[in-house]
């Protein structure tokens, strides 16, 4: 019951009370229907990207399959990085909106640790490295395509490496609850925050889009009558 003293307080003061008791009693109902509705939202922005990537990998397998190696070795090993890259963004696509918003709390948790592993351990240098070279010697790729390429790849492995620097405590302690100490594995699943790796995250995904727009257009000269004809001259200069 309100009391006459309360009641004499400035509308002020009595209106800051009222929110008080609002925030309290509904806050919790309001947060997970923000939640709700943002998830709802984020899931149907995603899922045009999601069938892009799906339509892209079914096009490179099928396209992988119709490629002769031995007269287009440098197309051969572009279809097998695209893939590589498409498998990988396809994971990390289907777990952002539950990583970022799932109205269930354990759900949001499960679903950040696994997209933070999967980009912890998305290694770009193992269909790369090395084979770039091949490739950029067989394929003659232009100046523009393979500076763009380089740079964008050099991003991500530095965006990795931070979301790395910063995970490595929870991936160690907690992906397959390896931590024997429960109390610990609890403690760091608690304090996991998307807010405190927002940054890493977001860097990691403008250079993932730079790699993929970069994949696209180098797989796309390498597969022109030019690129494929300059393989094939290579090849037999090699040869």
């Keep these: 019951m309100i009391s006459t003293r309360f009641l004499e307080k400035d509308r002020a003061t009595q209106e800051r009370w009222f929110r008080m008791k609002l925030h309290k009693k509904f806050s919790r109902r309001i947060h997970t229907l923000f939640l709700w509705r943002l998830h709802r939202k984020l899931n149907k922005e995603f899922y045009i990207r999601e069938k892009t990537i799906n339509e892209a990998i079914d096009s490179v397998v ?8 031995k007269l287009f070795p440098a197309t ?18 289907a777990l952002k909106a ?8 354990t759900k949001r948790n499960i679903a950040l640790r696994t997209l933070l592993l999967t980009i912890y351990e ?3 240098s193992k269909v790369t490295g090395r084979k770039m070279k091949f490739i950029y010697d067989v394929s003659s790729l232009s100046d523009n395509l393979k500076s763009g390429l380089a740079k964008s790849l050099k991003d991500l492995r530095s965006a990795r490496k931070s979301v790395q620097r910063n995970f490595s405590e929870t991936r160690h302690n907690t992906i397959a609850h390896r931590e024997p100490d429960a109390f610990l594995q609890h403690e760091i ?9 927002s940054a890493e995250i977001t860097k990691f995904y ?13 797989t ?13 001259l290579n090849n037999r ?3």
Aim: glycine share 2%; charged share 25%; net charge neutral.
């Design 62 to 69: 099928s396209a992988h399959k119709k490629v002769d190696s």
């Design 206 to 218: 403008e250079a993932s889009n730079k790699v993929l727009s970069y994949l696209t257009l180098s």
């Design 98 to 105: 539950d990583a970022f918003c799932h109205p269930n709390e």
């Design 189 to 197: 699943i608690f304090k996991l925050d998307i807010r405190k790796h």
């Design 122 to 124: 998305w290694d770009m």
């Design 237 to 239: 200069t090699k040869a």
């Design 220 to 232: 796309q000269e390498v597969s022109t009558m030019t690129g494929l004809f300059r393989q094939i």
């Design 76 to 93: 051969k090993e572009f279809f097998n990085i695209a893939l590589y890259f498409l498998l990988a963004e396809r994971d990390v696509q």
